[in-house]
């Protein structure tokens, strides 16, 4: 898998937030090309462990040839980071030190036009992060009910024109079926006003986001995720996580927030009843963006956000 290539996003901060050492056991959720795996193992040396994760079997591949060199020190499964707290404890190797989730699609995902991610390139409607199970973006865009891809294309593409879009795709599957993403492009592209087509963002860019959301059950995945690798951690072990837009923000944001609570007893009571604890201490009051160096020689940083918490 020589050819697999992804540019780790705001590598420096992830590695310094997460802050690895010798002999301590670190997890990445999302090992993709294995560009923070290959810096926290670097970081750990001469005997920190990296429990690497992914669904994408490709990017297993390369993560295995990247991290050759590190041996026994790497082990790496094929699964969703929202099981990880079950795989590890299944493998004995819990409590973890640390927990970096980098979210969204890969930039080997989206050049390899094939995969489906991509208006770019012409190519089977698939969009399935995992390659070998699951629904199609195709599946959606041919058989959901027009009111729920109007509610997918709305709320995880936060795209204004979504009841629109969904009609046309409804419309246009009756004739025949959608199944590539150039045809989909196409149909969103008819269904916006040009005079309302946003500068510097093709049309269907949010459609595309949406629809790749829902095919892998992104959201879900990572609120499952976020309780996963609190429960992973040891105390005083730490969970970043790199987001690559608002919704997901909005997830890691609230779930900090609600973990780094202690009492949530009305203010008008004497004495606290409700025995809460927090279980996480914030690192990051507001996100941690990219420079503008990174952002100049890698532009899909611009919208990175990094935020981590330490285990009480």
Known sequence: MGGFCHIPVMYSEAIRYLAPRSGRIYVDGTVGGAGHAAGILEASAPDGILIGFDRDREALEAASARLAPFGDRVRLFH??????????????????????????VSSHQLDTGERGFSFQHDAALDM???ASSGMTAADLVNTLPERELELIIREFGEERWARRIASVIVSARTAAPIETTLQLADLVKGAIPRARWEARLHPATRTFQALRIAVNEEFASLRQGLAAGVQ???SGGRLVVISFHSLEDRIVKNFFNEAARGCICPKSAPLCVCGRLPTLRKLTGKPVTATPEEVEANPRSRSAKLRAAEKL
């Open 128 to 130: 399935r992060m995992d």
């Open 232 to 234: 992973a951690l040891g």
């Open 79 to 104: 699964a969703n980071f929202s099981r990880l707290s079950g795989t590890l404890e299944s493998e004995a190797l819990l409590p973890v030190d640390g927990v970096l989730l980098d979210l969204g």
